[in-house]
């Protein structure tokens, strides 16, 4: 829409055009998303662990020397994680547990970082629930 289009028009400052960005390419209306695409090896990716539930692969846009993203490979309605319900809770901990592990193998368990953004509000862009896990830098806080 034009008031879409100037909204982003509108926009200074890189958050800012990155929140617009998120807001008005990708919404939360459950259609497939890449990341299905990635789960399915239909497009590649630099996968570093995977089992039955979880899959984590390198972010295609690094934000840090180590930045990988851990999804799990059935959506089932996490879109993103304010949509998440009590049925969500083995899931919700096992990508946090992956997290660890994924860590320990990339060798920075000893401080890392774990985000989630949860809806365009937090410029979330891709809507398959997944974990951002950073690091092999100092990292600052707080976060933009
Ligand atoms: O902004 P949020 O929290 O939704 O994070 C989405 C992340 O997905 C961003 O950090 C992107 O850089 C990352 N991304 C997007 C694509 C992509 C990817 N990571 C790996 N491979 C990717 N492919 C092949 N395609 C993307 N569009």
Known sequence: SSSRRLTIRASSTNNEKLAAKAAASD?????????????????P??????????????????QAPVHILIIPKLRDGLTELGKAEARHGEILGELLYAAKVVAEKEG?????????????????????????????????????
């Open 108 to 144: 920075i368990v000893e401080g890392f970082r774990v985000v989630i953004n949860s809806g365009a509000t937090a410029c979330q862009s891709v809507y398959h629930l997944h974990l951002h896990v950073l690091g092999g830098r100092q990292l600052k806080w707080p976060p933009g």
């Open 27 to 43: 919404a939360d209306n459950g259609a497939p998303t890449i990341f299905d695409k990635i789960i399915a090896k239909e497009i």
């Open 45 to 62: 990716s630099n996968i570093v662990y995977e089992d039955e539930k979880v899959l984590a692969f390198r972010d295609i846009n690094p």
